[in-house]
């Protein structure tokens, strides 16, 4: 069964910081990875999504994640983080061909002080 | 191009009555997915319509239904609500039936409901 794991629960890190958000999961096949983000009070917005390929995915708003099978991992990073990027993240493994039933996990909530 | 719009945003209810949420889906989408999201289960898929038809469906008791018209508009309904009920309910429509790289899901902002 497919599952997602987020270790951190809260990030804090300091505007024009780097950053990088923690996802393993678990899939028997080549997954398929999102990774979403969700502003209070809103839905999610898609940040970027890996099929296959290179195992660099580059999404909007600066984001980009790496593909790791040997680590089971698809890591969100960003080089320089803007006040704007406060929200939560959330990973996600999709079902397979023919379901749009995303396995997603707990999500990591991220604070940027100034 | 307009996204994903749910209403109503918020809905107060009492235990005991059922609810229609509503959905619209981004022009030119055909599938259309619910999510509940609550702090202690986090987001759990409901089920997925395509072409007027469930074509899948999550873990959730009979009293969660959904339907999609020739439009692709969607609705869900819970019926004999409890408490545990009250949570963020997430609309999300895709091109396709199921998950590929063409057709990633994109979420409406959800309609709040709460059970009291």
């Known amino acids: 069964a497919q599952s997602v794991t987020q270790p951190d629960i809260h990030i804090t890190v300091s505007e024009g910081a780097s950053l990088e958000l923690r996802c393993n999961y678990s899939?028997?096949?080549?997954?398929?990875l999102f990774w979403y983000v969700q502003s209070p009070g809103q839905g999610l917005q898609l940040l970027l999504k890996?099929?296959?390929?290179?195992?660099l995915v580059q999404g909007i708003k600066g984001f980009e994640a790496e593909f790791k099978r040997s680590q089971s991992s698809f890591n969100l990073r960003k080089p320089s983080v803007h006040w704007s990027d406060a929200a939560e993240y959330f990973c996600?493994?999709?079902?397979?061909?023919?379901?749009?039933?995303?396995?997603f996990g707990t999500g990591t909530r991220l604070t940027v002080i100034p | 191009k307009a996204g994903v719009t749910q209403t109503p945003r918020y809905l107060i209810k009492t235990r005991g009555q059922q609810v229609t949420l509503s959905c619209s889906p981004i022009?030119?989408?055909?599938?259309v997915s619910w999510y509940q999201q609550t702090p202690g289960q986090g987001l759990q898929f409901l089920f997925e319509?395509?072409?007027?038809?469930?074509?899948n469906k999550g873990n959730f008791p009979g009293r969660f239904s959904g339907r999609q018209f020739s439009n692709s508009r969607s609705e869900m309904n819970v019926s004999t609500l409890e408490l545990g009920d009250s949570a963020l309910y997430l609309c999300?429509?895709?091109?396709?039936?199921?998950?590929?790289?063409?057709?990633?899901?994109?979420f409406g902002n959800g309609t709040r409901l709460t059970v009291t």
């Open positions: 319509y395509f072409s007027e038809t469930q074509r």
């Open positions: 890996y099929f296959s390929g290179d195992t």
């Open positions: 999300a429509s895709s091109l396709e039936v199921g998950t590929s790289y063409n057709s990633p899901l994109h």
């Open positions: 899939y028997g096949a080549t997954p398929y």
């Open positions: 996600a493994v999709g079902a397979g061909t023919g379901a749009n039933n995303l396995f």
């Open positions: 022009s030119g989408h055909r599938s």
